[in-house]
T-cell receptor, first 114, second 115 residues
Framework: AQSVSQHNHHVILSEAASLELGCNYS??????LFWYVQYPGQHLQLLLK??????LVKGIKGFEAEFIKSKFSFNLRKPSVQWSDTAEYFC????????????FGPGTRLSVLP | DTGVSQNPRHKITKRGQNVTFRCDPISEHNRLYWYRQTLGQGPEFLTY????????KSRLLSDRFSAERPKGSFSTLEIQRTEQGDSAMYLC?????????????FGSGTRLTVV
């Protein structure tokens, strides 16, 4: 069975600090990888996704993530966070071409201090 | 069509009562998914439909839970004899393609509180 772990439960940063949120998954086959963001009171929104090709993926709002297959990792990064990035971030995996549902990690709450 | 719509936004019910939630997907989407999210956790998959056919159910979907999508458009999720452990956010999502993850849109959820 697939599982996803996220390294930090709550991260607190000051504006302009750099961000890296860890994500590791366990699954032996081909996976698709995703990061979702949930702003307070809003629905889950896709930040970025990886299916194949360049392991460095760029998403919206200046976020990027790197897939390292040997480490089963898909860490999310942003060079300079803003107060508006305060949200909950979820890493998710989906099994190959035919997996219909996501397995989500427990989430990391990011608080950015102005 | 602005997205996936879920109603109600919040439901408070007494233990033992039945509740029903509704999800209206994006109109051209033929796939519809239900997830449950408890506090401090990521969403967990419950079930999904392709058109009106329910194709997969998670072991989390106990006998007290039933989901329908009678005409392949909106879907309902019913919980019978609610328990306090059912308190959670129930999320609906829809998509069009068979390529998982593409065009997958979530609704804002229905928050259930069982007292």
């Amino acid at each position: 069975a697939q599982s996803v772990s996220q390294h930090n439960h709550h991260v607190i940063l000051s504006e302009a600090a750099s961000l890296e949120l860890g994500c590791n998954y366990s699954y032996g086959g081909t996976v698709n990888l995703f990061w979702y963001v949930q702003y307070p009171g809003q629905h889950l929104q896709l930040l970025l996704k990886y299916f194949s090709g360049d392991p460095l993926v760029k998403g919206i709002k200046g976020f990027e993530a790197e897939f390292i297959k040997s480490k089963f990792s898909f860490n999310l990064r942003k060079p300079s966070v803003q107060w508006s990035d305060t949200a909950e971030y979820f890493c998710a995996v989906n099994a190959g071409d035919y997996g219909q549902n996501f397995v989500f990690g427990p989430g990391t709450r990011l608080s950015v201090l102005p | 069509d602005t997205g996936v719509s879920q109603n109600p936004r919040h439901k408070i019910t007494k233990r033992g009562q039945n509740v029903t939630f509704r999800c209206d997907p994006i109109s051209e989407h033929n796939r519809l998914y239900w997830y449950r999210q408890t506090l401090g956790q990521g969403p967990e998959f419950l079930t999904y439909f392709q058109n009106e056919a329910q194709l997969e159910k998670s072991r989390l979907l106990s006998d007290r839970f039933s989901a329908e999508r009678p005409k392949g458009s909106f879907s309902t999720l019913e919980i019978q004899r609610t328990e306090q452990g059912d308190s959670a956010m129930y999320l609906c999502a829809s998509s069009l393609t068979s390529r998982a993850g593409i065009g997958y849109t979530f609704g804002s959820g229905t928050r259930l509180t069982v007292v």
